[in-house]
């Protein structure tokens, strides 16, 4: 690795830099009337390749889309197929996440397209009491955590045989959140904390903490760039060492309305 930032393009569907603003957006399949606005992340800081195959959706109709996908007509295919009401797309430059809504009418007719494409939804789960993700800003991720998982990923894409062999579902973040550790019942049993989320894929994600984990279930809260937040609950599959900190598997099972 020579330490350069990775390449970037500008895609023929790219718009001015901005944080937030409001455009049209081409069709790809949904029909000029079925995206109307959307809040815009810079297409010119996707990092040009790896293209979207799938989406992580819940029952609500939101998806997530990684950092470094590139925005494709077979990724606006598969949410008109899934009726997607909401994308969560990372911002690299802001470490936060902007939105692309589309209008509330959801498609008429059945959904097509084979069945790889076709993710079964996450069902909703609502906590005995409201989780305390603020209080993770208590106890921040390191900034050498975030450097860490930042140049591990870089180290993974540069290598192809990873690419081939291991991203094709998998799909790199780098981005810090907010995690509450719980027992069975969902319940809080520690505090809340700051970790990396490095990477995540259809069914579940890994994140890097600078302490190792011995529970069961976590809470995780994923802040979007215009407010709100992502809440979603998972069980922990495995916790192994990641240099000096902790890389911890999980499988996601829910989603906090």
Known sequence: MNGSPPAHRRLD????????RQAAFPSFGFG??????????????????????????????EALLMAGSTLTPRFFVLLRRQVALQVLVHRED????????????????????????E?????????PIPLPFANANDYPAPRALLTSVRRHLQERHDDPPFQESRQYDRFPVGLVVSIVPLDADFRPAGDAFQAVLQELSQGGFSVV????????????????LTGGASRMIARVMRCESF????SVGCRLIGKIP
């Open 13 to 20: 569907h790219s718009l001015p830099t901005s944080p937030v």
């Open 32 to 61: 000029s009337s079925m995206i109307d606005d959307y809040v815009t992340i810079d297409t010119n800081l996707l990092p040009e390749g790896a293209e979207i195959h799938h989406a992580m959706l819940d029952s609500s109709g």
């Open 94 to 117: 802001a470490e936060r996440w902007g939105l692309i809504v589309p209008q509330r009418d959801k498609p008429t007719g059945q959904r097509h397209g084979d069945h790889q494409d």
């Open 119 to 127: 993710l079964p939804p996450l069902r909703v789960i609502q906590p």
């Open 209 to 224: 903490n600078s302490r190792a984990l011995e529970i069961e279930y976590l809470g995780i809260e994923i802040k979007p």
């Open 243 to 246: 240099g000096r900190f902790y």
